[in-house]
């Protein structure tokens, strides 16, 4: 019976240690479950592939708004087209430009010239209407004329007989006084000689760059001669 119980004994020993093994020897696959350790790697393995870089991001942001170069050119162009007020350039002298000479004005000074002959009767007041022959029709000339005017000059005295071109270096050179007397004293000092002459004068004030420019167009032409 002592041995029985022995025998009993030990097997319901045997029994317990066999459980107690095989409970302390289960795997998460025999529970279901997934271990700790490897849920926090994983998930922050995935947060990280998840997030974008933000430094590359932020220089492609920066790249994406930096303003394009503006050509000089073609933004001076646009400029020139937006503001009406801005002639543009063609190359062409502006329609509105008077390119011709004024042939009444140019036929006044040339008559007037051709009548005065220093060394003759009357030749004062003679200088005096030339002198004005050649202001007035300084007065409304424009640069723009010039090569109109030389042209009618040079066709003048191709033709003329009664003013060579050294006659016409010699009376632009005998009523220089006179117009300079114009530009340093005024007309106002001249109105008896004025009166005298008919009054030649058809402006009341004289342009000394004009003149100048006048004279200086005709001495090319007369030193081609």
């Known amino acids: 019976?002592?041995?029985?119980?022995?025998?009993?004994?030990?097997?319901?020993?045997?029994?317990?240690?066999?459980?107690?093994?095989a409970c302390g020897s289960r795997t998460p696959a025999d529970t279901g479950e997934e271990p700790k350790t490897e849920q926090t790697d994983q998930g922050s393995s995935t947060k990280e592939q998840e997030e974008p870089d933000e430094t590359d991001n932020g220089e492609t942001e920066e790249q994406e708004k930096e303003p394009e170069m503006e050509d000089p050119e073609n933004s001076e162009t646009e400029n020139n087209k937006a503001d009406p007020g801005q002639p543009e350039n063609t190359g062409t002298q502006p329609a509105d430009q008077n390119t011709e000479v004024d042939e009444e004005a140019f036929g006044e000074m040339i008559q007037s010239l051709s009548q005065y002959e220093e060394g003759t009767a009357g030749a004062s007041l003679k200088r005096l209407k030339a002198a004005f022959g050649v202001l007035n029709f300084s007065e409304q000339y424009e640069s723009s004329q010039k090569e109109s005017f030389t042209q009618k000059?040079?066709?003048?005295?191709?033709?003329?007989?009664?003013?060579?071109?050294?006659?016409?270096?010699?009376?632009?050179?005998?009523?220089?006084?006179?117009?300079?007397?114009?530009?340093?004293?005024?007309?106002a000092s001249m109105?008896?000689?004025?009166?005298?002459?008919?009054?030649?004068?058809?402006?009341?004030?004289?342009?000394?760059?004009?003149?100048?420019?006048?004279?200086?167009?005709?001495?090319?032409?007369?030193?081609?001669?």
């Open 1 to 21: 019976m002592k041995r029985r119980m022995k025998r009993l004994l030990a097997l319901g020993i045997g029994i317990l240690m066999i459980g107690v093994s």
């Open 191 to 225: 109105q008896d000689q004025l009166s005298d002459a008919g009054n030649p004068n058809r402006y009341d004030t004289y342009t000394q760059e004009k003149y100048q420019n006048v004279v200086k167009a005709m001495e090319e032409v007369l030193n081609e001669k």
């Open 153 to 187: 000059l040079q066709a003048y005295l191709a033709e003329s007989e009664a003013m060579s071109a050294e006659d016409m270096k010699l009376k632009l050179e005998g009523v220089d006084p006179t117009v300079q007397q114009v530009f340093t004293e005024g007309i």
